[in-house]
């Protein structure tokens, strides 16, 4: 089955960086589009990024220019690079292959002003 395991959030100052982790299984990863959402309580999951199996990605305005999603097909895992984070990146952060419905545990991100 589908699983997908998040990691990498973490506590970071604004204007720092982390960089998340995704490792896919249950699928065959390098055919499927990949895509990074984000969650804050009382609020709908948003859309981040997303990379095709092609490698074409595309970004939210509000994290454009300051995250980079990117894959590794042989270890079945996406990244998301975060840089110049700001306090309202603070959210709960899940991958998803956007084939499937299913979601990962997610990994909690903090940004202090």
């Known amino acids: 089955q589908v699983q997908l395991v998040e990691s990498g959030g973490g506590l970071v100052q604004a204007g720092g960086s982390l960089r998340l982790s995704c490792a896919a299984s249950?699928?065959?990863?390098?055919?499927?589009?990949m895509a990074w959402y984000r969650q804050v309580p009382a609020k709908e999951r948003e859309w981040v990024a997303t990379?095709?199996?092609?490698?074409?990605?595309n970004y939210s305005d509000s994290v454009k220019g300051r995250f980079t999603i990117s894959r590794n097909n042989a270890k079945s895992t996406v990244y998301l690079q975060m840089n110049s984070l700001k306090p309202e990146d603070t959210a709960v952060y899940y991958c998803r292959a956007l084939a499937y419905v299913h979601w990962g545990q997610g990994t909690q991100v903090t940004v202090s002003s």
């Open positions: 990379i095709t199996s092609g490698e074409t990605t």
């Open positions: 249950g699928f065959i990863f390098n055919m499927r589009t």
